[in-house]
């Protein structure tokens, strides 16, 4: 069975900086596009960011372009997702997601992911 662990959520001030992580239980050469949403109380799931496994090629939603980055690490089966300089607008339950599918297009929209992780809850308090 296939899960996603994700870990590295917490409460941190403004200007802070967090580190999340997603594990899969699988080889991850087995997904070939993993990626982060999240979702604040009362809003919809949003896309934050993905990132193709053999070509590294990554995606990043309009309200985080340019500030976050989206890693992995292939021996850990892990991705990352470093954020800096937080601000309280981007607290939420922050999920990881994947497919085994090539997706060609729309991997911004969340009925392209297969697996998902409980979720990790970020917070950032002005």
């Known amino acids: 069975q296939v899960q996603l662990v994700e870990c590295g959520g917490g409460v941190v001030q403004a200007g802070g900086s967090l580190r999340l992580s997603c594990t899969a239980s699988?080889?991850?050469?087995?997904?070939?596009?993993m990626g982060w949403f999240r979702q604040a109380p009362g809003k919809e799931r949003e896309f934050v960011t993905a990132?193709?496994?053999?070509?590294?090629?990554?995606y990043y939603g309009h309200s985080v372009k340019g500030r976050f980055t989206i890693s992995r690490d292939t021996a850990k089966s892990t991705v990352y997702l470093p954020m800096s300089s937080l601000k309280p607008a981007v607290t939420a339950l922050y999920y990881c997601?994947?497919?085994?599918?090539?997706?060609?297009?729309?991997?911004?929209?969340?009925?392209?992911?297969?697996?998902w992780g409980q979720g990790t809850q970020v917070t950032v308090s002005s």
């Open positions: 997601a994947a497919t085994c599918r090539n997706i060609a297009v729309a991997l911004g929209q969340s009925a392209q992911y297969d697996y």
């Open positions: 990132l193709r496994w053999n070509s590294y090629t990554t």
């Open positions: 699988v080889r991850t050469f087995s997904f070939l596009v």
